[in-house]
């Protein structure tokens, strides 16, 4: 069975950091576009970061200059560094990847996704 599974949700003060991780199992990811999004209740899904299997990046402009995304594929993981959080961060992050194809859409498999709490 093909899975990711984020990790590293919590609480967290405003202007503070947290890593989410995104562990993926039942294939390899390492040739796959890697992604965060993010879903606030009563708000619609939203782009948050990718990587490609070249390590080629982009960025929400919400988070753009704050938040980092990385891989490491011998671990078949990706991860979400989010730095100087504030309470509009506040949302159910989730990990998704893919084949080719646009870094905003169109990917196949996701994960359950992992609470961020910000508080204000």
């Known amino acids: 069975q093909v899975q990711l599974v984020e990790s590293g949700g919590g609480l967290v003060q405003a202007g503070g950091s947290l890593r989410l991780s995104c562990a993926g199992s039942g294939r390899t990811f390492s040739t796959d576009v890697m992604a965060w999004f993010r879903q606030a209740p009563g708000k619609e899904r939203e782009f948050v970061a990718a990587?490609?299997?070249?390590?080629?990046?982009f960025y929400a402009d919400s988070v753009k200059g704050r938040f980092t995304i990385s891989r490491d594929n011998a671990k078949n993981t990706a991860y979400l560094q989010m730095n100087n959080l504030n309470f509009e961060d506040t949302a159910v992050y989730y990990c998704?990847?893919?084949?080719?194809?646009?870094?905003?859409?169109?990917?196949?498999?996701w994960g359950q996704g992992t609470q961020v709490t910000v508080s204000s």
């Open positions: 990587i490609t299997w070249t390590t080629t990046t």
């Open positions: 998704a990847a893919g084949l080719a194809g646009s870094p905003y859409s169109s990917y196949q498999f």
